[in-house]
């Protein structure tokens, strides 16, 4: 299992702009993944979040899932996002926090199974951003998955 | 009428992460904004534009066109985005250019008659990111503007 200061590496190496956004792993596991990132070097006039660095701390938390996932089940590929929604329902004017869970609803033996047979399969994650024990950020994102 | 140095000024003064991501105004007028980021400071381990890069060139192109329309009608507002959906149609594998028009559709006396009668008002803008001649992420914002 890969550890937060692992899966941080991982980001940092891969997406040097997550080092300009200090943006750190919290916690991770097989069920989730929370990311961090202070307010300081992703602040806009009004003091809050910027809404690029939210969308960016949302989308690298599902994509930080869908790694795990494919880490968990040996399977090599890339990770691409497809498509994502996002809402913003009240600014965050503290640390970023996003979250990502592996809903039960998503069936991983077929995800599996797809990626085996095509080399490619999708994945649907919803993410959330809490400030202050509210929702501030709800996200959707669609993540492509490509066999090398 | 606000010149791209300008513009440019105001993106970097009021969101400095925009300065990491070496976002530059390419050109604006009342119709349009053209922003650019160089691809390297928005790699990824792909050598392609990060989707949080594009995103927040795309959400900036949107917020930028709205902030020189509000400059134009005279009208003191906050600027903040409210929803938005984003389609990753190819990797752009150079400079980052989103392009973001202020459509005909839009009725800027109705948004206007808004912001003077009720303080505030959204817009919906369309942005698009053309890699090597082709879309390659078209991007729908909603911004609401408040007036102070």
Known sequence: MISPQQLESVLHT???????????????SDK???????????????QTAFGGSLYSVAVLSGWSM?????????????????????DYLAPVAATIE????????????????????????RLKLKSRIVSEGKTAVEFDGVYVCIGH
Chains 1, 2 share one sequence.
């Open 32 to 46: 989730e993944v929370t990311l961090v990132a202070p307010l300081e070097p992703n602040i806009n006039h009004k």
């Open 98 to 121: 996003a979250h990502c869970e592996l809903s039960s609803d998503i069936d991983i033996e077929k995800f599996n199974k797809l990626m085996q047979r095509k080399g490619r399969a």
């Open 14 to 28: 891969e997406i040097p702009i997550t080092q300009a956004m200090q943006i750190a792993v919290k916690s991770c």
């Open 66 to 86: 869908t790694y795990l996932l494919l880490e968990r089940l040996g399977v090599e590929a890339q990770i691409v996002i497809h498509q994502s929604e996002i």
